[in-house]
């Protein structure tokens, strides 16, 4: 009853046929007004308010009137506001009290000094579907669970044992992307970068995991695609629950619907997958492949407290999930800057020529001979973090951070996209150079605070090591045997890249 009167209210005043980021900002001025109107009464009956020195930041109103925009990019925004109130400030946004950080020196106080004060998470509405929250690598709270899974993730998944193991498996994915690149090239047909990439990171996982291929076709690829953008797309979108959890039994956005309807269809995958596996491993003659999946169902045979299949989907879910969307995002944008950037273009080439020849296969063992790739992605990192808020954090106490009390409870959010973009940190922050980086002892693991794509601390995201080959490995892959030209002569940068591609002649 009360979510149909809701639903009344927002279609009398005309917002269903609203982008969500237009319903968030136009729901959210309501509901401020409402809060603040009800922030008012309460404040006639309070006796005692417990006081904070809270970091300084905008007033209610400078946030209503920038609502719009901090809906659509919020990582814009907050580094406006920054620059205005510092590169430490405190944002209240609906019921929730927010802590933003633009700096590399403050961002260390988080990840390193008060790493376990601030280590636990704030589980967005379209995350807690299905019982994920319970079981979510990247979102449940400090706990044995999650102390089991990343220890898993760190010894069987990511290792370099485990990763050199599987270093065939991804060349052979790796020649079938740039078979299917080569088709293209001999029609002159334009290729989408970040879908062709989707695809081999799909494989590769789904490979690693079930020793098959999920996609084959493109048809294939666009259904897993769906699935995958929509649910990052929901976890993404500002959601008027996260910050007013009294409206969280109305969903008045309909995230958490979209989230649990697409997370749904990705757990019946893995079940069908598991249940399968499961039937041939009680067959007297099944002789093991020694794939992810039998290793993780080996582990729940010897210690079903830590493994079970229903963790293993969950597990396999946000594995999937982060592992193709935000590699496939990085190395379209790379792709991209190199295409809008001749020069840089050209310098990676020659290295590759050098070191590699022209046309011939990359291995995992060069990438440390070519200085010059390596800045391109970390240049790439730097511009356009796939995360641009990273995960928000969770301070589990009480914590003194640059002179400040950030109060228990409080959610941090550290803006990395502003910190790649602030000129007293990057000469031209704006402009793609990747010559900033050779020689320069800037890494993305977690302990340079100026460049921390991949997070920091005990919650840096555990499948760095598999993103970053994949990056390199894909990326210079295309440039060795490929020449690129944009689609329709397209110089608009922030347009998801269409090339081209011209094959190269080896030499």
Same mark, same amino acid.
């Given at each position: ?5 809701? #639903? ?20 959210? !001025? ?11 009464? %309460?404040?006639?009956?309070?006796? $005692?308010? #417990? ?23 919020? #990582?814009?925004? *907050?580094? $406006? ?34 790493? *376990? ?55 052979? $994915?790796?020649? &079938?992307? !740039? ?14 970068? &970040? ?15 079930? %020793? ?10 666009? /259904? ?54 499961? &039937?041939?491993? @009680?067959? /007297?003659?099944?002789?093991? @492949? ?9 582990? %729940? ?13 969950? !597990? ?46 990359? &291995? ?120 690129? $030209? ?22």
């Amino acid at each position: 009853m009360y979510y149909q009167a809701y #639903q009344n209210i927002i279609s009398s005043l005309g917002y269903s046929n609203m982008n969500p980021e237009m319903y968030f900002a136009t729901t959210m !001025l309501i509901l401020f007004l409402t809060y603040i109107s009800i922030s008012l009464i %309460s404040l006639i009956g309070r006796t $005692k308010k #417990q006081k904070y020195n809270l970091p300084p930041g905008p007033s209610l109103l400078t946030i209503m009137r920038n609502v719009f925009e901090l809906g659509k990019k919020p #990582q814009y925004s *907050l580094a $406006k506001f920054s620059k205005i109130y510092g590169p430490i400030m405190h944002l209240k946004l609906g019921q929730i009290t927010t802590i933003v950080i633009s700096s590399p020196d403050i961002a260390q106080e988080v990840f390193q000094t008060h790493d *376990l004060s601030i280590s636990d998470r704030t589980i967005p509405q379209a995350v807690a579907v299905l019982g994920h929250e319970h079981f979510s690598l990247p979102f449940m709270p400090m706990s044995n669970l999650w102390r089991d899974l990343r220890k898993i993730c760190k010894n069987n998944l990511f290792s370099n044992k485990t990763l050199d193991a599987s270093n065939e498996l991804r060349c052979k $994915k790796l020649q &079938e992307l !740039l078979c299917d690149i080569d088709r293209s090239s001999l029609v002159g047909e334009a290729v989408d970068v &970040e879908k062709a990439a989707f695809k081999t990171l799909l494989n590769v996982l789904s490979n690693t995991f079930f %020793s098959m291929d999920f996609v084959n076709s493109a048809g294939e690829t666009d /259904e897993y695609k769906d699935i995958v953008e929509s649910l990052m797309t929901a976890i993404g979108t500002p959601n008027l629950v996260d910050f007013f959890p009294i409206l969280r039994m109305f969903d008045p956005q309909g995230i958490r619907g979209i989230s649990a309807t697409y997370a749904e269809k990705l757990l019946q995958i893995f079940d069908s997958y598991i249940t399968k596996r499961l &039937e041939l491993r @009680n067959e /007297e003659n099944y002789v093991t @492949n020694g794939d992810m999946l039998d290793n993780l169902l080996n582990i %729940s045979q010897e210690n079903g407290q830590m493994m079970d299949t229903t963790k293993i989907q969950h !597990l396999f879910l946000d594995l999937f999930v982060a592992g193709t969307d935000t590699t496939s995002y990085a190395i379209e944008r790379g792709m991209a800057e190199l295409v809008h950037n001749p020069h840089a273009m050209l310098k990676a080439k020659e290295e590759l020529k050098q070191i590699i020849g022209i046309g011939n296969p990359i &291995e995992e063992s060069d990438i440390t001979r070519l200085p010059y790739l390596q800045a391109v992605v970390k240049e790439t990192l730097r511009m356009h973090p796939s995360a641009p808020l990273l995960l928000p954090k969770k301070a589990r106490v009480d914590v003194k951070i640059h002179g400040y009390t950030i109060p228990q409870g409080a959610q941090v959010v550290i803006n990395e996209w502003a910190i790649g973009r602030n000129p007293n940190i990057w000469d031209n922050p704006n402009s793609f150079l990747p010559e900033r980086f050779l020689g320069s002892e800037i890494n993305f693991n977690g302990q340079n605070f100026q460049l921390t794509p991949f997070g920091g601390g005990r919650r840096i995201c555990p499948g760095m090591p598999l993103a970053t080959k994949m990056i390199h490995m894909m990326l210079g892959s295309l440039i060795n045997f490929f020449d690129w $030209k944009l689609e329709n002569g397209d110089r608009d940068i922030n347009q998801p890249l269409r090339a081209i591609p011209v094959r190269v002649n080896k030499v």
